[in-house]
């Protein structure tokens, strides 16, 4: 996700901050577990930005399936003699919410801690807590999403088209069906430069959208990605390898036509790798 140890931000704080007051406790977290640490994103209540990963708790709490509480540290076993127990901060109460992604990869979690120990939390505080979680998961995708996207055409990247790659390549449903992941460099360098000089980086991305506009038209239900400079990536999974051939020939053939750039024919100089 691209954000352990960036700077804090006002959507996580906002959430962390519904979470202390939700439950009444002095510390709220947003805590994301390591190799070795867990980092906090959100920080209500600690002096610290992170801790190392053998005496979190969240650490614990991503191996739960759901909501992790502890009414009462020193009567749990696993916590009882646990440094963030019997130092400071000196927990007594916990309860941490796994932050699952799409995918099911658990993060870490938004969590509450007190410092004295609590009798019971309320069903509508647990649920509260769980949606909270929710926003945070929400925020984090987003986030993600942004920073996948190409800021000039707003198609997904090449950092995008790796991860949907690789999606596809753990999903045992499509062991058996032909994908085929194909990069298309539209212009080559020395071209693309050319055009520029000519038409401005306006008319090359005109011809750009275009390109992109023709090949949606040709595949309407294949996602398009933006890959370097002037390249296109595609991800294709639901055609059967003849058919798959026949695909790539008619790509080929679509790539070659002229792209009409305010008046001005642009022929493009494919490459195609599969």
Known sequence: LNILDTAPEQAFDCITSLARDLLGAPIALISLIDDDRQWFKSNHGLDSAETSRDVSFCAHAILEDGILLVPDTHQDE?????????????IRFYAGVPLVTREGFKLGTLCVIDTQPRAGVSET????????????????????SKSMLHRGTGLYNYDRMIDDLQVIADDPEQSGDAVYAVVLDTLRPEYFAAKVHALGY??????????IERIEHLLPHCRV?????????????DLDKPRGNEWLW???DAAREPVD?????IQAQPRMGI
């Open 78 to 90: 696993r916590f009882a003699r646990n440094p963030l127990v019997t130092g400071q901060p000196g």
């Open 125 to 144: 505080q647990l649920r509260s807590l769980e949606n909270l979680a929710t926003l945070t998961m929400a925020q984090l995708e987003a986030r993600r």
């Open 202 to 211: 306006g008319g090359v991305a005109t011809f750009i959208q275009g390109f």
């Open 225 to 237: 990605y933006h890959v370097g400079l002037y390249g296109l990536g595609f991800i294709v999974t």
């Open 250 to 252: 008619a790509l080929v």
């Open 261 to 265: 750039c305010h008046g001005v024919p």
